[in-house]
């Protein structure tokens, strides 16, 4: 070690650097060991947000009910419309082509409207379902763990 301690001038000084390069050896590898802590974290914080989240809009829980109500209603009514004039047109035969038309005109509307029917019934069954799988999975957390 003499010769390292007159080379570099003191062997705190090379104990420094020695520990500067192992801490950067390290740090250049991103282990498994790593990812899978990082990961928990990541998890973890996802659901913490999530539980919070669900605690924070508790006082809507009326108010996605009723928009729900609401547009499940108009978009049923929109399907009993179309799937009537579709009968009707096709109980015309030649005679219905205006209701066939009307049918048509109809059915386009509902194809739009449907992610829009389904984006609704996310925003009102998604608090509670997020909170139950929440839930299914502590439950199976802590069956692991024991």
């Known amino acids: ?21 192992i801490k950067t050896g390290d740090a250049l590898f991103y282990t ?4 899978a802590q990082d990961s ?3 998890n973890a914080q996802v659901r913490e947000f999530l539980l919070q989240w669900i605690k924070s809009t508790s006082g809507q829980n009326i108010a996605r009910r009723l928009i729900a109500i609401a547009f499940s209603a ?3 009514l929109l399907v009993l419309l179309v799937a009537a004039l579709s009968i009707l047109a096709a109980l015309a035969g030649q005679d219905g082509n205006a209701l066939a038309a009307a049918a048509s005109a109809a059915w386009g509307l509902l194809v739009e409207i449907t992610s829009l029917q389904g984006l609704i019934m996310f925003f009102y069954f998604a608090p509670n379902k997020i909170g139950e799988a929440i839930a299914t999975f502590r439950g199976r957390v802590s069956a692991d763990k024991a």
Do not use: C, I, N, P
């Open 32 to 35: 498994a060991e790593e990812k």
């Open 40 to 42: 928990d974290q990541r």
């Open 74 to 76: 108009v978009y049923l």
């Open 1 to 21: 070690m003499s010769f390292w301690s007159r080379l570099w001038g003191s062997e705190k000084a090379l104990e420094k650097g020695a520990d500067a390069l």
